[in-house]
């Protein structure tokens, strides 16, 4: 199954209120990062944390790591209709070559 | 300027055609990725290249065929199309072979098998 599996699949909110999307996976990682996909466009990047790294900050995100329960999780805070887009964690792995595996994604809908 | 540009955007094709999609990257990076998104948003790799070199084959059917002429450039070439091939596919490039590097994404190309 896949490495990063994204809670929960879809949410909906209203605008000014609070996003929280987390993301699981199976094996040890360096590194974990969120990226965000709007409606027919490729993947932007969000934010990296790295293993020794609990918590970060950029903007209105914050990110938190917990390795031992190999779990994260994405806030946006005080949300905007244009913060509607599906967002993605992605683990990275070594394959004889370093890849990027995603999960399937949390779908947000922020309401005016 | 683009960062990663792919075309064409939407391809429309009978099955059993063969197909191109271009990638191309203007950021100067070494590392380039072929992935492919379903219709559930399942976003899984393909392939990945570095430095022209093929670093990465997830057990693609072979149908599928990656060429890189420089390292600015990720053509995929796919033969003999399936309805299944039905999906969005994704180029991407970042800087280093590195877990700890940006991926930077093109604009996707929608392929549909009829």
């Known amino acids: 199954s896949q490495q990063g599996e994204e809670d929960p699949q879809a949410l909906s909110i209203q605008e000014g209120e609070n996003a929280t999307m987390n993301c699981s996976y199976k094996t040890s990682i360096n590194n974990l990062q969120w990226y965000r996909q709007n409606s027919g466009r490729g993947l932007v990047h969000l934010i990296l944390i790295r293993s020794n790294e609990r918590e970060k900050h950029s903007g209105r995100l914050r990110v938190t790591l917990d390795t031992s329960k190999k779990s994260s999780s994405l806030l946006i805070t005080a949300s905007r209709a244009a913060d509607t887009a599906s967002y993605f964690c992605a683990t990275d792995a070594w394959t004889g070559g370093f890849k990027t595996i995603f999960g399937a994604g949390t779908r947000l809908f922020v309401k005016a | 300027d683009t960062a990663v540009s792919q075309t064409p955007k939407y391809l429309v094709t009978q099955m059993g055609n063969d197909k191109s999609i271009k990638c191309e990257q203007n950021?100067?990076?070494?590392?380039m990725y072929w992935y492919k998104q379903d219709s559930k948003k399942f976003l899984k790799i393909m392939f990945s290249?570095?430095?022209?070199?093929?670093?990465i084959n997830e057990t693609v059917p072979n149908r599928f065929s990656p060429k890189s002429p420089d390292k600015a450039h990720l053509n995929l070439h796919i033969n003999s199309l399936e309805l299944g091939d039905s999906a969005v596919y994704f180029c991407a490039s970042s800087q280093q072979d590195r877990g700890d590097t940006e991926a930077f994404f093109g604009q996707g190309t929608r392929l549909t098998v009829v």
């Open positions: 290249y570095n430095n022209k070199e093929l670093i």
């Open positions: 950021l100067g990076h070494d590392t």
